[in-house]
């Protein structure tokens, strides 16, 4: 609604972030080469398929949305893949719980399968240790994912004669030891079952994420507001009430944000571009306009060779195509000479990387906001509110019990307003365009039941009516 202001859209996006997981990210960077007549840009693009963590208790629960699945079917998302073999990762709160719990002597199942098959393993060993030799060995077979991890600390703990060890693929290899070499193996640094490894393996992708947080460079991304509230929840820490303690983190994480939506928007308005609804129509824009070779500020991007899958097919909505349109799409923005002015020193025959970046100056860390009470969040700074039309307020005669969306209708067929519930018998509306003021109030003069007019706060609103009286 063009209504919310950031904190309130904040909290509506959170309560969905909190439902919902992340099953792909996408990740691009580039290694640069400059020459005396040129930059090129090797790109290596990656692709990942993530599912949380489900080691001991932290068992995650989520939702799937029925158009989300046939939107991403449609595009040929790998469900099986997602689920079978997707990445862990958790947060730190997350991350703490499981720590404290590898640290207690009972083990809880995080499914009825993994209880099973834990079981099962016991039943094999316990039958199998009774006649075994010291230094006998035996071995498991068909784990898979965290049940590697679970079947070894269960069988130490319940025996204190037995030593496991991983064996490659989904087995495991269990010896009949005495106690004091037990004692030695638990001290030994290659055991890998120590705490720290445990946590590293079910951190999985958080690992990465860290990475990128310590390395601070400039993160790019396309409309990317609810992207990095979900990194904020999946990876650093459940999303704060706090819409400014929100900002705060993300800006902490990532002190640099290039949203390129916000960008080309900025180039759509103020420039002859034609106009791109979604990301990959952007990126095509920005390719036709870079199309002058001879240009000796044009970017020249490649495709690493283990990512040339994306040079010879689109495939947009992939989570990793996405990002290499994100990062090629930045590079061409910041070289383009047509909104970018001329440069200062017309001596410098190709500008440096950091000239080009200076191009971008006002637009880092602003990241686009949709239909709402300003144009973009501010993540190093305050929001600055949009400059909407005036309000309209809508006065209802003869019309018992309407509400708002009978009021949306009534106006849908001059125009696009957002309503909003004044009193029982007034609505206010709200239009991100001038000329849709300017012909409600003109067409709806004669109206049988409503009676529109510019809203004026002293007169209008309940606050000051109520003061008045």
Request: hydrophobic share 40%; proline share 4%.
């Amino acid at each position: 609604s063009l209504f919310d202001s950031p904190a309130e859209r904040y909290l509506k996006a959170r309560r969905s972030v909190q439902h919902f997981t992340v099953t792909q990210l996408g990740k691009c960077c580039s290694d640069t080469a400059e020459c005396l007549s040129f930059h090129r840009y090797v790109v290596h693009s990656y692709n990942f398929f993530l599912l949380p963590s489900t080691l001991g208790v932290t068992d995650v629960e989520f939702s799937f949305s029925a158009s989300s699945i046939r939107f991403l079917s449609h595009y040929g998302f790998d469900y099986n893949k997602f689920l079978k073999d997707g990445i862990p990762y958790m947060n730190e709160v997350q991350e703490k719980i499981l720590s404290q719990y590898l640290s207690e002597s009972s083990w809880k199942y995080s499914s009825s399968l993994d209880e099973d098959v834990l079981k099962k393993a016991i039943d094999k060993v316990t039958s199998w240790i009774a006649a075994a030799e010291e230094e006998e060995t035996m071995i498991l077979q068909d784990l898979s994912g965290f049940q590697i991890f679970e079947v070894q600390l269960v069988l130490r703990r319940a025996l204190q004669n037995v030593w496991t060890e991983p064996l490659g693929g989904k087995k495991i290899i269990v010896k009949k030891v005495s106690p004091q070499h037990r004692q030695l193996l638990e001290n030994s640094r290659y055991d890998c079952c120590r705490k720290e490894l445990i946590l590293l393996s079910a951190r999985g992708f958080t690992n990465l994420f860290q990475t990128l947080v310590r390395a601070k460079k400039p993160l790019v991304g396309h409309n990317m507001l609810m992207d990095l509230m979900h990194l904020h929840d999946k990876f650093y820490k459940p999303l704060p009430e706090s819409y400014e303690e929100f900002k705060r983190n993300i800006h902490n994480l990532f002190p640099v944000l290039i949203d390129t939506k916000t960008v080309t928007k900025s180039i759509w308005k103020n420039h002859l571009f034609p106009r791109a609804s979604n990301l990959l129509e952007a990126y095509t824009v920005l390719c036709s306009s870079n199309a002058d070779l001879k240009d000796p500020t044009c970017p020249v991007i490649a495709l690493a060779s283990g990512c040339s899958r994306y040079a010879e097919k689109k495939s947009p909505h992939e989570a990793g195509y996405d990002a290499f349109l994100c990062g090629s799409g930045k590079m061409l923005l910041k070289y383009h000479r047509g909104w970018a002015g001329v440069w200062h020193d017309a001596a410098e025959a190709v500008p440096s990387f950091s000239g080009y970046l200076t191009v971008l100056a006002k637009y880092l860390n602003k990241v686009n906001f949709i239909r709402g009470g300003v144009s973009s969040i501010n993540f190093s700074g305050e929001d600055i509110p949009c400059r909407h039309p005036p309000l309209l307020v809508v006065h209802v005669q003869g019309w018992p019990e309407v509400n708002e969306r009978q009021i949306c209708q009534e106006f849908k067929a001059i125009c696009r307003f957002d309503v909003r519930r004044l009193s029982k018998n007034q609505f206010i509306l709200l239009s991100d365009k001038f000329k849709h003021v300017r012909f409600v109030l003109r067409d709806f003069k004669h109206h049988p039941h409503l009676r529109v007019s510019v809203y004026r706060h002293w007169r209008h609103s309940p606050h000051v009516n109520c003061l008045l009286r």
